[in-house]
């Protein structure tokens, strides 16, 4: 069977970003004569930020703005700050209620944006039949991107697998961590038992959904194959890969069943940077399992990830970790500003994008000679124009990592939103401690 699935890849690893979740903007735009009629502050300040697109801002106020708001207004509120915020389904009852009760006063374009939303929330949840019978329920009376037919396709194929299943301790596991030199940086590596054998991963959170793997790997650790062709672009070319699925690897004593893999053929696994190194790809975890350990702490004074029996409260109450159609990004402070960042462990080295370029575009310019670097991945390496940074403070709650030679690339990227850059491995190794929490959906540090 051939299935084509449109999969971006960034960095040096494996940030994929599927096509059905591209949102349409309409799903977060208030028209002004509605503004109008529903006139008051609270009203106005969640338009605002629906319009803006401050999905970040949108969170922390909407549940003061309670009563305050037009029923529907709040809806809206609710479905795009649910979707990043890990209340997936609240975010799916309120687009149902949305097109159930207001379908008079959405238009067309909200109303498409709402449902696409949805159809991403289900996939992003592997809720893959669901997917599905909801694909069959809207494609007759909306508008979707064709891309959401190559998913369903391979949905449909998925709901015939066994789920994902992680079965967490009741205990603190601890799993022994490595850097590993990879062309401009470092990658971060914990090693997992698949058929009684160690296997080196790398822990990559900008991995969207499923893990990856090369052709030879996939072979040695039993990986039964499931759809022989997928379409998958990277940073520098595509190509045809494979689908997979593992029926147990092993963490730390944490078992996991039946994870997807994505299977690279071996000659796009490899590829020689201007300096004759060699980089090769090898096994990723992706966030699908991420998320089901729900909170990993990265120890680099013991050299050890820990996952918690016992999760860490949210500091401050405050989330700042945001799940962007299936990529995490992190609000933190960069130079004194806080800025949204793609909190991307499989980026070796932390860059900063053409965002970041433009709003200090005249500083940047007047200071720094421009220069060319190479960017690797699935796909083979590409070079970009670039102003390196000598130093950029980056601080996370009360602490303050210095990384040295910060690239800002001008180029433009297909894979980039509106993000300000990439963390990478740089920050996690320059504090003592890192937390991650996908369920409650922040990072700290000290």
């Known amino acids: 069977m051939t299935i084509f699935v449109s999969i971006c890849r960034s960095t040096c690893f494996m940030r994929r970003k599927i096509g059905i979740v591209s949102i349409l903007a309409a799903a977060a735009i208030v028209i002004a004569t509605v503004i109008a ?8 300040r969640i338009a605002l930020m629906l319009k803006n697109n401050d999905i970040y801002g949108l969170n922390r106020y909407l549940h003061r703005a309670g009563d305050d708001a037009t029923p529907m207004l709040y809806l809206i509120g609710e479905a795009m700050a649910g979707s990043n915020f890990n209340r997936r389904e609240n975010a799916n009852r309120a687009i149902d209620e949305l097109l159930r009760d207001y379908s008079g006063q959405l238009e067309n374009g909200t109303a498409n944006g709402l449902v696409s939303l949805k159809l991403a929330n289900l996939f992003l949840g592997s809720e893959y039949k669901t997917f ?9 009376s909306y508008s979707l991107d064709t891309s959401f037919q190559s998913v369903s396709e391979i949905c449909g194929i998925l709901a015939d697998v066994a789920p994902l299943d992680v079965v967490l301790l009741s205990r603190d596991v601890e799993i022994p961590i490595s850097y590993r030199r990879a062309g401009r ?9 698949v058929n009684g054998k160690e296997q080196t991963y790398v822990f990559d959170t900008g991995a969207m959904k499923w893990n990856m793997t090369t052709e030879a790997l996939a072979e040695e650790q039993g990986i039964d ?11 520098a070319g595509c190509g045809e890969c494979k689908v997979g699925v593992l029926d147990r690897l092993v963490l730390g004593g944490i078992v996991i069943r039946h994870s997807v893999f994505v299977v690279i053929p071996d000659s796009m696994g490899v590829y020689e940077l201007a300096d004759g190194s060699i980089v090769r790809l090898g096994n990723v975890l992706g966030t699908d399992v991420m998320t089901r350990l729900r909170e990993i702490r990265i120890d680099n004074a013991r050299g050890m990830m820990v996952i918690p029996h016992e999760q860490t409260d949210t500091p401050n109450g405050m989330q700042n970790l945001m799940c962007q159609t299936g990529n995490y990004m992190l609000y933190l402070s960069v130079d004194g500003e806080v800025l949204k960042m793609n909190f991307d462990t499989g980026n070796v080295k932390t860059t900063l994008s053409g965002e970041y ?5 005249s500083r940047i310019e007047n200071s720094i000679p421009m220069t060319k670097e190479q960017r690797g991945g699935f796909g083979g390496v590409n070079e970009v124009n670039c102003y390196v940074l000598p130093s950029v403070a980056m601080k996370l709650n009360d602490c303050t990592c ?6 800002v690339v001008v180029d433009e990227h297909m894979l980039q939103e509106d993000e300000y850059g990439a963390l990478g491995v740089d920050f996690i190794r320059g504090c003592n401690t890192v937390i991650m929490n996908f369920e409650r959906m922040f990072v700290s540090a000290d």
């Open 225 to 235: 194959i499931i759809c022989d062709s997928m379409h998958v672009s990277g940073i």
């Open 37 to 44: 009629v529903w006139m008051n502050f609270a009203n106005i």
């Open 402 to 407: 210095i990384l040295d030679d910060v690239s």
């Open 357 to 361: 370029y433009r709003r200090h575009r």
């Open 132 to 140: 599905n019978e909801a694909m069959r329920e809207y494609s007759g």
């Open 185 to 193: 940086g470092d990658m971060l590596c914990i090693d997992a038992e």
